[in-house]
């Protein structure tokens, strides 16, 4: 399994209010690179706040179309605010035993991601809102 990894100094850096997203590109690095068809298997975040998430996977770099044909999600996971686990100075979500399908049909060699605030508390821009995420392809 390959691990890839968000950089928390430069991507999900944004404020997001309630039902706001955030959306990034990934780099795949390593053996993952070369792959057409892959397979997320994990997914893990780590975060200053307890907010509820929505994780989803994209084919493309994502586009804001009207029309619904050219929606180009794959698939998403949900995590509650009471899946976090409390560590000394953030919260951890984590899952594994996925099987969700992924193609970068951009074929620039990244996962295309956008990360969804469902909690009613926003969540903070930089620092003070910084989120890492990790991602377990085969």
């Given at each position: ?6 950089d ?21 690095s ?14 893990r ?10 994780v ?8 804001y ?9 794959i ?7 009471s899946?976090?686990i ?25 996962l ?27």
């Amino acid at each position: 399994m390959d691990f890839i990894r968000s950089d928390k100094d430069t991507q999900f850096r944004d404020a997001l209010p309630q039902y706001a997203s955030e959306y990034e590109e990934i780099s795949i690095s390593g053996d993952a690179l070369g792959r057409v068809d892959s397979f997320i298997r994990t997914i893990r975040i780590l975060s200053i706040q307890n907010l509820a998430w929505t994780v989803v996977f994209y084919s493309r770099a994502r586009t804001y179309e009207a029309d619904y044909d050219l929606d180009t999600s794959i698939e998403f996971h949900n995590f509650l605010a009471s899946d976090g686990i409390a560590t000394a100075t953030s919260y951890l979500y984590a899952v594994s035993g996925l099987q969700i399908p992924y193609r970068d049909e951009d074929h620039v060699g990244t996962l295309h991601i956008g990360l969804h605030n469902r909690s009613a508390t926003s969540k903070n821009a930089g620092d003070t809102g910084m989120i890492q995420m990790t991602f377990g392809l085969t």
